[in-house]
């Protein structure tokens, strides 16, 4: 079956990295996606990795590692408006057509 | 600006009364799709559309109607809307084939209340 999991919750401080983590299974995998989302608010896309290894744009990273079905977000130098809904979404690519399966998201909460 | 534009922001509603939600799009995307956020339970897939004319169901496309007659709009029937479809709803789009690392684009999100 279709499955991703990550943390429900993480409270970080202000300055500091934190690491959310992502795991997955789905049969036909054609890509990782990463989402920050606002409460109330529309997600809003961060990152894309569809080969394993890190991609990084500026304070955000994200790593894939396909043989273990596991992605993490790294985020740097935290600030007070990076506290969202983290959501890792992978793409399914079968029969031709294309489903993008979500996570439940981690609430990330930074303290100052 | 390139954007996807769903209407209307908030709905309040009855039990059984048709409703539509329209989603537009303007970046020439091929890939078209539904979600409903719910607390504790993610973004779920309702219905998704490949192409014009291409809609499927995705995973939870119960009491939910779509239809691609364009390329730009994806509008959201709900026939005889029930409690328990009170949500957040969000389309969004994307590329495919020629654009693989094309991200979804979302909308600003309907939120949909059923009484």
């Known amino acids: 079956g279709q499955n991703i999991d990550q943390p429900t919750e993480m409270t970080a401080t202000e300055g500091a990295i934190v690491q959310i983590n992502c795991t997955y299974q789905t049969s036909g995998f054609n890509g990782l996606f990463w989402y920050q989302q606002h409460a109330g608010e529309a997600p809003t896309f961060l990152s894309y990795n569809v080969l394993d290894g890190l991609e990084e744009k500026g304070r955000f990273s994200s790593f894939l590692s396909r043989s273990k079905g596991y992605s993490y977000l790294l985020l740097k130098e935290l600030q007070m408006k990076d506290s969202a809904s983290y959501l890792c979404?992978?793409?399914?690519?079968?029969?031709?057509?294309?489903?993008?399966?979500f996570g439940t998201g981690t609430r990330l909460k930074v303290l100052a | 600006e390139a954007q996807v534009t769903q209407n209307p922001r908030y709905l309040i509603t009855v039990t059984g009364k048709k409703l539509t939600v329209t989603c537009s799009q303007n970046?020439?995307?091929?890939?078209m799709s539904w979600y409903r956020q719910d607390p504790g339970l993610g973004l779920r897939q309702i219905y998704y559309s490949m192409n014009v004319e291409v809609t499927d169901k995705g995973d939870v496309p119960e009491g939910y109607k779509v239809s691609r007659k364009e390329k730009r709009n994806f509008p959201l029937i709900l026939e005889s809307p029930s409690p328990n479809q009170t949500s957040l709803y969000f389309c969004a789009s994307s590329g495919t084939a020629s654009s693989y690392n094309s991200p979804l684009h979302f909308g600003n999100g309907t939120r949909l209340t059923v009484t």
């Open positions: 970046m020439n995307h091929e890939y």
């Open positions: 979404a992978v793409r399914d690519l079968t029969s031709g057509t294309y489903k993008y399966i």
